[in-house]
């Protein structure tokens, strides 16, 4: 089996997660192992760990009918199974959304959810979480009959009436975009069988969390709003397919600034069929010529870098990878597609993921090498102190237990006061951060609930989304200004403690709700599009607008959820480099009072005291060595690189 570029720099990502996801493990360890770990830090942790572990990164597939989408999946995935695996032939093929990935926890499956479920109110995503609804099929993947027959469903249909076509929102002669759905039987509607598709494959990119979305076409698009609000928005990279001979069409262009120019972050034009621009009475020079003027053209109409417009033969790069033709499979172009795509979003995906454990536990791990760093430094300062003691009367060991019993008096004093101001800062988010409730979205939507209920008009769900979302960016107004509150407050306790006690001076992260608000925006200039569109705003219907509507409110609820938990986290994570050396410095001056109360009753144990410490710095050493290497696996940096903890401890020493 041929490896694609694309597969390879997959697996090293993998394993670049892996390794981060080690070092935040061994960093959980560190922490129970010595007594840092409260019961917030852990839970912060281990949901960091399970979501890199579950990390996804999805590449959709659009483009309108029979321009090779499904080819090209085929060809970019399915090549070992030496044939076509999903159905691909002239006109209409894969009838409903498609999501390929693999689940690890089961055998290979087909799941597919009746169409029968879009009469409901519920969402696609609310449904995958009810299983009883999809129709599961097992896939044998040693028999190629009984695998292509089980993906033969992935374009069936069926015939209803024009009725319940139309109470599925699958027929409407006066709106195409509907209409294209289904088609007409004399009295009788064809439509698709199933409303969306899940298949787990076993394939080595899927299997290192790589999901792909195939879409049937506009139609979908347009009746399925869960694909255009949340589907392709949150896509890694979007590919979008043209035909080389036929370039750019009306209805192309249609898809592409509906639901991909604005929607997309990472937009990659593929135009398939460059076969058929292959001539024997055109020299190669000719050839190429003609296909870099179809893809400037396209470039120029998509308003696409030209580096991001790419012409492929798909059918003959399926058929190259089952016959191993090195040379075929060069000229179908899809090596450069699949070079490009891993240019795109793997460094872009690894740029997130290391920005999340920066933001979650980064901190947390500076402080905490520099809180052995100075543990270090204090032992060693302890050891020579013993040694200029040693031989000296008990009256020195008990002025040493008295200056530092005053010491830890004046520490606690302030560490109360430190506290007493936390707490009330703490109730002060706790209540804001209730304006961000599920019971406080449901509050703003049940508003005129009633009224929506009854019309289902598009100027009715203009209304009720308008004020959810002008409620979202007063709510990011407070949480931003109390966040800057808490900032200073934070600065303020962190100089103070570094002033009075030496701890190093951290400077918390601001809160970033820019992302959150840009969400909120890309969803409201959607709805907007919707509810302006002459055509929805002509002729509503029914099923269309509520199903829109109730996917416009779960994405919103979910914006909402992140919204609350990222301000949460970050209220609660902004003072825990702080909280970590409050307990480091207990530690350290409590140690310090027993061993010079054990020098005052006993003058000769100094000896014995000075080698407990000893012990003591190369444990301290080699923890200092550990916290290095959970730093560099967690940064992405070579594990041989300088520890700033060891730096530390040798200018202290």
Known sequence: MMTSQLEKEVAQYQQWRDRMIGGIDSYKTWLDANGYADIQQS????????????????????????????????AMFFSD????????????????????????????????????????????????????????????MKSHEEMAAAMQHLVETKL?????????????????????MAVKDGNRVEIPAWRHAMISYPHPLLKSGLVVLDTPGLNALGTEPELTLSMIPNAHAVLFLLAMDTGVTRSDLDVWQKYVQTAATRRIAVLNKIDL????????QEVSDSIERQLATTSELLALPRTHVMAISAQKALLARIRGDDA??????????????????????????????????????DVSRTTVANQLAASMKETRELATSAGKNRNMAQAMVTRLENDRKNYQATVQTFRKTQETVAAQGASLLKQLSDEAIEQIL??????????????????????LFQYFTGVSAKVLNFANQIKKFVDKAYGHFHEKFGFSKQTPPALNMEKHALAMTG????????????????????????????????????????????AEGWINSALSPLNMQIKSYEQVIAK??????KIRDNVTSVEEHIKTLEKQQVVLMEQSRVLARIKADLSGVPKNTPSVVQRSAARAA
């Open 81 to 140: 199974f030496k044939q076509r695996l999903l159905p691909s032939d002239v006109g209409r093929t894969t009838m409903c959304p498609t999501e390929i990935f693999h689940d690890a926890a089961e055998p290979p499956y087909l799941r597919l959810l009746p169409i029968e479920t879009r009469a409901r109110q519920e969402s696609v995503g609310a449904l995958k979480r009810q299983t009883v609804e999809w129709i599961k099929i097992q896939l044998n």
């Open 160 to 180: 209803v009436s024009i009725a319940e076509a139309k109470a599925l929102g699958l027929w409407d002669e006066s709106n195409p975009m509907v209409s294209t």
């Open 523 to 566: 969803l409201q200039a959607t709805a907007q599009q919707f509810c302006h569109d002459p055509l929805n705003v002509a002729k509503y219907q029914h099923f269309v607008v509520n199903q829109f509507y109730e996917g416009l409110v779960g994405e919103a609820r979910q914006i909402f959820e992140v919204t609350r938990s990222d």
């Open 328 to 365: 075929l499979l060069a000229r179908s172009g899809i090596q450069q597609l699949e070079q490009l795509l891993a240019s795109e979003i793997i460094p872009a995906k690894q740029e997130i993921m290391r920005a999340a454990v920066q933001r979650e536990i980064g901190s947390m791990v």
């Open 592 to 597: 310090r009072i027993e061993n010079f109360k």
């Open 277 to 284: 621009m292959w001539d024997d009475l055109k020299s190669d």
């Open 43 to 74: 839970l912060r942790i281990y949901d960091l760990i399970e979501s890199l572990r579950n990390d996804r990164m999805t590449l959709a597939f659009l483009a309108e009918f029979s321009r090779g989408k499904t080819e090209l999946i085929n």
């Open 446 to 467: 049940n508003k005129d609930r009633e009224f929506i209920e009854k019309a289902w008009t598009t100027a009715g769900m203009w209304k009720n989304m308008q004020a």
